[in-house]
């Protein structure tokens, strides 16, 4: 019961909610939401999945909220810009705390992402609805247990390398496009105690969120990002030595403690 | 001549300015500043030195100088908030595009770096004038070549581990402190096309940069880090394909150039 | 029951069997060797330890065994030449396909270690029973649970850098040693499907495997160099595309087969 | 002059030589080998190229001229078994002193990179002249200055993730193959002061080493992969601390030199 693992799934929620043929187009694949679809296609006996937008109190993610998140699953596209500098802050210490990170598709661009990997994560893209195929590079992990070696979206946006990031990702799937394209599709990172994993494959207007095999990978990455401790905020000052000093101080007259204000 | 390589200090430069006794102190070894001081003790045949502060212009670094830079070595430590997240922002993406940086000692919480990073980057302190022993751990590498296996610092500020970073450093130098600490001192990134060397002796009260072996070290490091070649504004949208596409876009009627602005 | 963790603790099996001085005082810390010791005090509900030693079938390791083994603990110091090299590569196949490799001490230069790392593993070391401290780096770190941020070992063997390692393991702890050197003194790896952890503190003459802190640690990383999964041996020929090929085979009346063979 | 670098390409050099069709095919594209081919398509005035075989004396590489190579580039395909360990292993400790290595191809099951990966190394193929299209990823990176951001191979085998490697290797080319597999054919990695870069384009019958961009990266390839420095033998004993140690050694009455022998 309380050993439920506690998943939010973050929507900025505009383009589903928009009053034009775009967004006519977005509600027949997803009626009310990316995070609710996900939600309900994400549902397990051992999630306790919550569901919040860009809309919502704190942009969905006050202080007591993200506190008491296991795993916490970001869409956005159009309003990465909208999303406070401090809630990017927030949610990157809590995942060095321990908290996993799940960054979809057009999320490679948010402030979160972009915040723990230090790195600009542009890539090439191309929508025009052309075929994808994904490939589990990472035998065994756990993120591509029950996926075939590889598998089909028949229609996904291009996401193309070059794609910015770090150096010490894990690299689980790459993806192939029809038109000519590759990419590492989906990409693990620790930082600090948290784990973070960026899945490329996603899209508002194709039913990529219907894909069992795309469910799967999520649904795995959840247990994967889980935490086993969150660790306490850290102290930095260590004034009293471990071990005996010999050397005398040649400043201990000196108030020096401005230095460390 | 125009072969020289670019390189700027720049200094928050504030604790060498103060009235008081610790200013005082401070002048007796850093009379005009530590980055002056730097620039002459690395001056070199092959080095254009500049130094800049924080009160300058454009906080010292305004886009045409950035981008006419090889090398930025970045001290601070008591005003890392007064710095523009717009600079911390511009000097991230010219390391991406290609430029060298190098953070000295405080600097570990400086805005260039933790962004660079994407962690907190903090680690353990504590200042009592002792002694630490500093190791250079890859042997060969270019930062260290010149110095002996390990040198002592007589009296330096205790910075220790944990220390908040990314998995993809590479480890130059470890420090041993009398007082029973460990630390990795000295640690080489690249992101992007850019190479990034942190390294954390120095300090205002001990004469640390005036230590051959300190000096050596960043010598070598501002070679290390010279740009071969700076990488032009990359591009993103790729439309058009390189290999033929057979599968029909479905939703080419649909325009969802709002998904993309 | 049979969900119980299955560990193989191998020993070399010399030196606590030789009939001089120094056997005999190693046999006042480990009567019955250093493998009977560990699984004693490393007993757990959750853990099924089996001991064999260089002296058994096959080296202890016949296929069927190793083919049953979860995670493999490996003490060597003198006799790592008389390790056959078929065993040392079975054992990194099996490594890669999942098992967890725990390596002690100076099985640094042990042939399964070293073949999985790809490096000489080589290290600086000095006995003088000085004071050596651990410190743990990676903070919220399975392997580091339950153990302050720091302890000592009141007697130990230095190991110190540099340490010829790989540049992907994570640093786990480190250690600071009373005659002035560095180490870091816990490392984990990933290879194919599974894990690795070096560890160096322990010894013969120093009852460093009785020293709590050490042997949570030790158990820690039992438990987090489990495998989930087992990965089939792996195929590699791909013959049949996976997507249709238009470009006509030049060499399709040529038979190449003669190359991969 | 005596600035060159010493470039060694080494050449099983054995199915060049077979009386039969394939035999006779490859010797339309590699007339007297794949090594001479390269010694010539590579020729410029920094390097000073040498070809050896593995019917050469020593294997091609006798310690006293392994030792006098700063790049060695191997080709083997079928008879990587004939590679004497003594040699992978001698191959290996250069590299780890600084020497760069160059692996070509089917290399990748070659003992040397084996040795220096610590991993498997076995990927998915396919030989039916498939169309490859090469990406560079890592835009700046000196191996793929002067090439396009992708270019293509009209026939080429294809070489398939998943690929066995290590987690730390840079990503600097990776590959698209008409038959809807992605490999990453471009890796980077830094052993102890070598560089070793593996780049799986060529083959004994698509001409694929007289591609410009295919000689342009391997160009680039070597420049990048000499050695700044050749580190000396290193020591291992360190006997004599470099701070003093208060601890009393409590072993100091027993002579534990066998442990060490």
Same mark, same amino acid.
């Given at each position: 019961m309380d050993k439920k693992i506690k998943v939010i799934i973050w929507n900025e929620f505009v383009h589903e909610r928009e009053n034009n043929a775009l967004g006519d187009y977005i509600r027949t694949i997803y009626p009310d939401g990316i995070h609710r679809h996900l939600a /309900?296609?994400?549902?397990?006996? &051992?999630?306790? $999945? *919550? +569901? #919040? *937008?860009?809309?919502?109190e704190a942009q !969905?993610? %006050? %202080?007591? /909220? @993200? &506190?008491? +998140?296991?795993?916490?699953?970001w869409w956005g596209h159009c309003a990465h810009d909208q999303v406070e500098d401090t809630l990017a802050e927030r949610i990157a210490l809590r995942v060095f705390r321990g908290m996993g990170l799940i960054v979809l598709h057009s999320g490679h661009l948010s402030k979160p992402f972009r915040r723990l990997? !230090? +790195? %600009?994560? /542009? @890539?090439r893209w191309r929508e025009v609805g052309e075929k994808e195929r994904v490939w589990g590079c990472a035998t065994g992990h756990p993120i591509v247990q029950g996926v075939p070696e590889s598998f089909v979206l028949p229609h996904s946006e291009m996401y193309g390398e070059p794609f910015d990031l770090p150096g010490d990702g894990q690299v689980i799937t790459m993806s192939w496009y029809e038109g000519g394209n590759v990419f590492r599709s989906g990409m693990a990172f620790q930082r600090g105690s948290g784990r973070i994993f960026y899945f490329s494959p996603g899209h508002e207007t194709y039913p990529i969120y219907h894909d069992p095999n795309v469910l799967t990978i999520l649904g795995n990455a959840i247990r994967w990002a889980t935490p086993t #401790? $969150? #660790?306490p905020e850290r102290l930095t000052p260590s004034p009293v030595s471990v071990e005996p000093i010999h050397t005398a101080n040649p400043l201990a007259? @000196?108030?020096t403690s401005a230095l460390h204000q």
């Open positions: /309900r296609a994400l549902a397990a006996e &051992d999630l306790q $999945i *919550t +569901t #919040v *937008t860009l809309q919502d !969905g993610l %006050p %202080p007591e /909220r @993200l &506190d008491d +998140t296991d795993v916490l699953l990997m !230090g +790195t %600009p994560c /542009r @890539l #401790v $969150i #660790v007259s @000196l108030d």
